[in-house]
């Protein structure tokens, strides 16, 4: 069993940084694909970032250029930078995982509990 934990939510003026965190814990797995995705009040959760095993990026649009996805994989963590930060950016963030255990051969997901990010005007 793997289990995801986010850190780094809180309550931030407009125009502000804020970085999350997320690491991934557990025995015998390995890792393919780590990302964010976001859901807010009265919104279908949206992909923000995502991050493969060999480094390859993709980002949802309108975080293009302000958001950063990083990950470590040593410490089978992902990390969210997250620049210019404006109130539509108000969510609660999902960590996520593509997890495949040692003798299976298949992928599943894994998300972790959420961590709140509010942006005040």
């Keep these: 069993q793997v289990q ?3 850190s780094g939510g809180g309550l931030v ?3 502000v940084s ?3 965190s997320c690491s991934a814990s557990g025995t015998d ?6 990302g964010w995705y976001r859901e807010a009040p009265g919104k279908q959760r949206e992909l923000v970032a995502i991050t493969t095993s060999d480094g ?4 949802e649009g309108s975080v293009q250029g302000r958001f950063t996805i990083s990950r470590d994989n040593s410490k089978n963590a992902v990390f ?3 620049n210019s930060l404006k109130p539509e950016d108000a969510a609660v963030y999902y960590c996520y995982a593509s997890v495949k255990a ?3 051969w298949f992928f599943e997901n894994y998300w972790g509990q959420g961590t709140q990010v509010t942006v005040s005007s």
């Design 29 to 34: 797995f390995s890792i393919n694909g780590m």
């Design 56 to 59: 390859r990026t993709d980002y």
């Design 18 to 20: 804020l970085r999350l």
């Design 13 to 15: 003026q407009a125009g």
């Design 80 to 82: 969210l930078q997250m």
């Design 102 to 104: 040692l003798g299976n």
């Design 4 to 6: 995801l934990v986010e």
